[in-house]
């Protein structure tokens, strides 16, 4: 069992930057791949990021290469989300989610946090 909280989140213009943490319990964290999705209201949950287990491999959506980058400490439970260059269309709650293999699907995912609010105002 894995259980994960989220934060950073907020309000932010146009143009700035914002760092989501995602805490994880349990000492099996480092077996796990994490992601990053995130909903906007009136819109499917998608996929925003993800990285393995020993952050050898990372995935990105289009809408976020260049911009967001992920990143996990294994030693303090935590996968990051530096999010720079943020536009008001990146508006959304945003979830981390824990899975055995990486994957760009919801559905490879078994654990997933409460989620975080990003607002992006112009």
């Known amino acids: 069992q894995v259980q994960l909280v989220e934060s950073g989140g907020g309000l932010v213009q146009a143009g700035g930057s914002l760092r989501l943490s995602c805490a994880a319990s349990?000492?099996?964290?480092?077996?796990?791949?994490m992601g990053w999705f995130r909903q906007a209201p009136g819109k499917e949950r998608g996929f925003v990021a993800a990285?393995?287990?020993?952050?050898?491999?990372?995935y990105y959506a289009d809408s976020v290469k260049g911009r967001f980058t992920i990143s996990r400490d294994n030693a303090k439970n935590t996968v990051y989300l530096q999010m720079n260059s943020l536009k008001p269309e990146d508006t959304a709650v945003y979830y981390c989610?824990?899975?055995?293999?990486?994957?760009?699907?919801?559905?490879?995912?078994?654990?997933w946090g409460q989620g975080t609010q990003v607002t992006v105002s112009v």
């Open positions: 990285i393995s287990w020993n952050s050898i491999r990372t």
């Open positions: 989610a824990a899975g055995r293999t990486i994957a760009t699907a919801a559905g490879g995912y078994v654990y």
């Open positions: 349990g000492r099996t964290f480092s077996s796990y791949a």
